[in-house]
């Protein structure tokens, strides 16, 4: 019986051989959201589409929907190309930390439309200047968590509203969702009025340059515990 089709763009965040010339294909699609699919008959660096099936780029894929079974991977050609991420490896290194992170968080067969759009357009800012992996790395995930209904609350407490003025620091609390002033109780961890405003932009997907290291390494760990208290594990 043959199923239905639907073409979209999409990105590859996982591959696993599962069998010689068969692989599983995970995908964050425009229109599918997360979606496992079957690559039969192909083999890696084969003609037809074993060697474009990488992640990074940004593919338009043919997807075949059967009733009972997997979805199979019908067609796929490149949309966007991105060799200068793939040419580099601290830029790979930061791009599969996205693509783990966008897999973590989406919800699968969900609506992640939104989610897809943020991982492929910071690939491709990611790809016109490698180097900015430095300033991306960490901010990225915060415009992926907004993406998918997960913002921190960044200008008042999230327990009594108090509203925290733009340059002060503030104590932060991922696990339950922003900012909280003293009097309502103790964050495990305290941002400057430069980092809140920094993840406050990378929610609305403005990427400002964070300061320093210590600032990136905050951001990283905070990023975490907003997983874990969605996702239930961080990511790896
Ligand atoms: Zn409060």
């Given at each position: 019986m043959r199923g239905e089709f639907t073409e979209t763009a999409g990105l590859v965040v996982r591959l696993v051989d599962t069998g010689e010339s068969s692989r599983l294909v995970t995908l964050l699609t425009e229109k599918k959201g997360l979606i496992a699919v079957s690559a039969r008959g192909?083999?890696?660096?084969?003609?037809?589409?074993g060697g474009i099936l990488e992640p990074m780029h940004r593919l338009v894929l043919t997807l075949e929907h059967a009733e009972r079974d997997i979805a199979r991977l019908h067609e796929a050609r490149v949309d966007a190309l991105r060799l200068a991420i793939t040419g580099d490896l601290d830029a790979s290194l930061c791009a599969g930390y996205w693509l783990r992170f966008a897999r973590s968080i989406a919800h699968p067969h969900g609506d992640d439309a939104a989610l897809f759009r943020v991982v492929d357009g910071a690939l491709d800012l990611l790809n016109e200047s490698p180097p900015d992996h430095r300033r991306l790395e960490h901010l990225v995930p915060f415009a992926m968590l907004a993406a998918v209904g997960?913002?921190?609350?960044?200008?008042?407490?999230?327990?009594?509203g108090k509203a925290c003025p733009p340059e002060r620091s503030s104590a932060v609390d991922g696990r339950r969702g922003g900012l909280l002033c003293r009097t309502c109780g103790h964050a495990p961890m305290v941002i400057s009025g430069d980092l809140r405003h920094a993840l406050r932009e990378a929610q609305g997907g403005v990427f400002v340059p964070l300061p320093n290291a210590q600032h990136r390494a905050s951001a990283a760990s905070l990023a975490q515990e907003v997983v874990l208290q969605h996702v239930g594990r961080s990511i790896r």
């Amino acid at each position: 019986m043959r199923g239905e089709f639907t073409e979209t763009a999409g990105l590859v965040v996982r591959l696993v051989d599962t069998g010689e010339s068969s692989r599983l294909v995970t995908l964050l699609t425009e229109k599918k959201g997360l979606i496992a699919v079957s690559a039969r008959g192909v083999r890696k660096g084969s003609k037809s589409f074993g060697g474009i099936l990488e992640p990074m780029h940004r593919l338009v894929l043919t997807l075949e929907h059967a009733e009972r079974d997997i979805a199979r991977l019908h067609e796929a050609r490149v949309d966007a190309l991105r060799l200068a991420i793939t040419g580099d490896l601290d830029a790979s290194l930061c791009a599969g930390y996205w693509l783990r992170f966008a897999r973590s968080i989406a919800h699968p067969h969900g609506d992640d439309a939104a989610l897809f759009r943020v991982v492929d357009g910071a690939l491709d800012l990611l790809n016109e200047s490698p180097p900015d992996h430095r300033r991306l790395e960490h901010l990225v995930p915060f415009a992926m968590l907004a993406a998918v209904g997960y913002s921190l609350e960044l200008d008042q407490c999230i327990s009594c509203g108090k509203a925290c003025p733009p340059e002060r620091s503030s104590a932060v609390d991922g696990r339950r969702g922003g900012l909280l002033c003293r009097t309502c109780g103790h964050a495990p961890m305290v941002i400057s009025g430069d980092l809140r405003h920094a993840l406050r932009e990378a929610q609305g997907g403005v990427f400002v340059p964070l300061p320093n290291a210590q600032h990136r390494a905050s951001a990283a760990s905070l990023a975490q515990e907003v997983v874990l208290q969605h996702v239930g594990r961080s990511i790896r």
